[in-house]
């Protein structure tokens, strides 16, 4: 089946305006009939519930946090991008899209990619508005700084808070809407299904994570904005809770879950450094900037840094790629860094580390003026590593951070299942194969804020208000498995907790479908991932009951979905039999490392269907067409 993105036609500038004009539009005094579920308030739900409430829509949003503020949109660190072209150097919305194009490897909607770079200014108007502290320059202008894939400045950023001050903006907005009754917000409240009435999504059926109850909410459509899915590694930056649930449990459903093995490998993590480990540390990629990545040219030295000499230092990233040097994107710099700690080069417990040098920055602009720009980033990895980085340099290694795949969505960000729109990083539209530095944001805030309230509305239009309620069998049957499953989860009473699991799976992910994969890999990935899975259901251990607070059940469902999510996973991964962005297969690349993509049998979006359980799924096609970029080899030497 090939699938259609529904593009607009015409010029690709003048395409979402064009679209614009042509969607169908809900009276005011109609809009208060309609109802629409939002699940996640991270940046791009909470940006959309309260749009949406705004517009006069009766919102139910939902978050499995004790705040709506509390989502994992806080731990964004380094900025956001805009074309402002602020610093005069050069940007334009035209290179925002082509740098976008260009770092997701070619994988991605050229229509989506250019209405996502016009929307990034408005971005920026609306959170300055809202009061969100961007930082400013000496006369009062905001700033900009760089990050990696781009030879521009347009990064807009609050110290190393950004995404926890775009979330506080949104939040203070959805908070106004609150109090005018527009929105109910339903705080510790996970979704474990999806209602779908007459091929439409209707209603979500949630647990109370306090109660225990079970109980179901319709809605005349539903938006996912539930995040990414790399928690499937086990280890990674995500928050504990990110989970592939929502998103998951939707596409068992109907819905299309689209370049699964799309992960991004974040460079500047802080190292693994035990087993007593439950996740990884992010250091903003904002600190290459003044940063310098270098490891011992010396195999094995174990000298302190400042024993090293300069002329025995490798500063790889400056030596392959001198046009962008340390602020070469992240599956590059990631694949850079495991390269030359795997030839053993490589720092710290293990030799899995390189160095994030900041002596040349401070002898040159001071420490004050480096401890302005990421004072708080050096202070959380004093506390975590108990070294100071302003006197020796950090440790960091690649690790993994981001979700390109998602739910497949079209140019209105609905889904396969018509009245599921998809939002944020929960949908694969935007990024292609590799996300560049800064751009999450700028997505989940785009989405949210300034398309989901036109796409939706159209959709609306053309759909009776309140046609269904929780009385329709299909509620009444969601909310029979969900009961049926947990008895099920409960009733083992095995002998491995929930987290051995996890960590069994993660570890399989991570030395199998990870930073480097092949067939060999993937396929020893699809024989043990099935293995666990049935050890799962016969030995898992789980303490407490049904009808009141479990932490262990609600981490018991999410891993469950990631033992099935894991090898869809690595499915993808082997079926793309080339390299492109973050999915690397060693056996497709250049003479000299780089990734080889294969455009004429890959240029497409790969769509899975799930066709029922135990049966293997179906594979659908979207052709990407480049009509404004030409294909080529991605360079940034």
């Not at 760089?146 to 110290?159: D, E, I, K, L, N």
């Not at 998103?247 to 693994?272: E, S, W």
């Amino acid at each position: 089946m090939i699938l259609d993105g529904k593009c607009p036609s015409g010029p690709l500038a003048e395409k979402w305006s064009k679209h614009c004009q042509e969607m169908k539009l809900v009276n005011p005094a109609n809009k208060r009939k309609y109802r629409v579920i939002v699940v996640g308030t991270g940046l791009a739900g909470a940006s959309a519930a309260a749009t949406l409430g705004e517009l006069g829509y009766n919102v139910e949003a939902f978050c499995y946090q004790d705040s709506a503020r509390r989502a994992h949109s806080i731990a964004a660190q380094g900025g956001i991008n805009a074309a402002k072209n602020y610093p005069n150097d050069g940007d334009s919305i035209f290179r925002l899209f082509h740098d976008t194009i260009k770092g997701g490897d070619f994988r991605s909607r050229e229509a989506n990619v250019y209405r996502l770079a016009m929307v990034s200014n408005h971005i920026i108007d609306q959170c300055a508005a809202q009061g969100v502290p961007f930082a400013r320059d000496y006369a009062g202008y905001l700033d900009n700084r760089s990050f990696g894939g781009a030879q521009v400045s347009r990064t807009f950023y609050a110290r190393g808070q950004t995404g926890q001050q775009l979330l506080l903006g949104a939040y203070s907005a959805l908070s106004r809407q609150v109090a005018a009754g527009s929105v109910r917000l339903h705080p510790r409240t996970e979704m474990l299904d999806l209602v779908v009435v007459n091929n439409e999504a209707k209603g979500i059926t949630v647990r109370d994570m306090v109660t225990g109850k079970i109980s179901c909410y319709a809605a005349d459509a539903v938006c996912l904005c539930t995040g990414g899915y790399t928690n499937v590694f086990y280890l990674s930056t995500n928050a504990m809770g990110s989970n592939v649930t929502a998103t998951y449990r939707a596409y068992k459903k109907g819905a299309y879950f689209a370049n699964p093995c799309y992960t991004q490998i974040h460079p500047t993590c802080i190292p693994v450094t035990g087993d007593h480990q439950s996740k990884l540390t992010l250091m903003s990629e904002s600190l290459r900037n003044d940063g310098r990545v270098w490891v011992p040219k010396i195999r094995g030295d174990r000298r302190p840094s400042h024993d090293i000499p300069e002329e025995e230092r490798d500063y790889y990233l400056e030596r392959k790629y001198p046009s962008f040097g340390n602020l070469a994107p992240r599956d590059i710099s990631s694949r850079a860094a495991k390269e030359v700690c795997d030839e053993g080069h490589g720092v710290g417990t293990g030799g899995r580390g390189v160095y994030l040098d900041f002596g040349d920055a401070i002898r040159r602009l001071g420490e004050d003026k480096i401890r302005e720009r990421y004072g708080n980033l050096f202070d959380m990895y004093e506390k975590i590593t108990d070294e100071n980085a302003y006197q020796q340099p950090m440790r960091i290694y690649p690790a993994p951070h981001y979700s390109m795949g998602g739910l497949w969505v079209d140019y209105n960000l609905q889904s396969s299942i018509p009245g599921l729109f998809v939002l944020g990083e929960a949908n694969f539209s935007d990024h292609g194969a590799n996300r560049l530095g800064a751009s999450a944001l700028m997505q989940g805030l785009a989405d949210g804020y300034f398309i989901i309230p036109y796409t939706i509305g159209s959709y609306l239009a053309q759909t009776k208000p309140g046609a269904v309620s929780t009385g329709n069998p299909e509620f009444i049957a969601s909310v029979e498995g969900c009961e049926a499953s947990i008895r099920r989860l409960l009733s083992i009473n095995g002998r491995k907790t929930v987290n051995e699991f996890h960590r069994e799976l993660g570890h399989i992910m991570w030395e199998h479908v990870g930073m480097a994969r092949s067939s060999d890999s993937l396929a020893e990935a699809l024989r043990r991932i099935p293995e666990l899975r049935t050890e799962f259901w016969e030995n898992v251990k789980i303490p407490g009951g049904e009808a009141d607070l479990n932490q262990e059940l609600e981490k018991a469902g999410r891993v469950a979905d990631f033992l099935e999510f894991g090898e869809l996973l690595a499915k993808d991964a082997l079926l793309r039999n080339e390299s492109c962005g973050g999915h690397f297969r060693v056996e497709h690349q250049m003479p000299d490392g780089e990734a080889r993509r294969d455009d004429e049998k890959f240029c497409h979006v790969g769509a899975w269907e799930f066709k029922g359980s135990g049966r293997e799924p179906e594979l659908h096609k979207e052709q990407l067409v480049f009509e404004n970029v030409h294909l080529a080899v991605r360079s940034y030497k």
